[in-house]
């Protein structure tokens, strides 16, 4: 069981929580409970995306909406 004081917080300029550091052990749990990381990467390498466009896109959108 993980105590509550094994869970850090990493705290931005602006004071809003920014990360969050867990135990290895919970993180396995976590990960083996509801997803595997690993499974997903690489899942872009065989696309030919400019994700740097598509950021920029994003951004604006966003920006758009708010």
Do not use: Q
């Not at 105590?3 to 396995?28: Q, S, T």
């Not at 409970?33 to 959108?61: A, H, M, Q, T, W």
Request: glycine share 4%; proline share 3%; aromatic share 14%.
């Amino acid at each position: 069981m993980v105590r509550v004081e094994e869970i850090e917080y990493v705290y931005g300029k602006n004071g809003k929580i920014k990360a969050v550091i867990i135990p290895i052990d919970l993180w396995e749990k976590i990960k083996a409970k509801f997803f595997d990381p690993s499974e997903f990467r690489g899942i872009y390498k065989n696309l030919k995306v400019d994700f740097e466009k598509e950021l920029r896109e994003l951004r604006e959108e966003w920006e758009r909406n708010i």
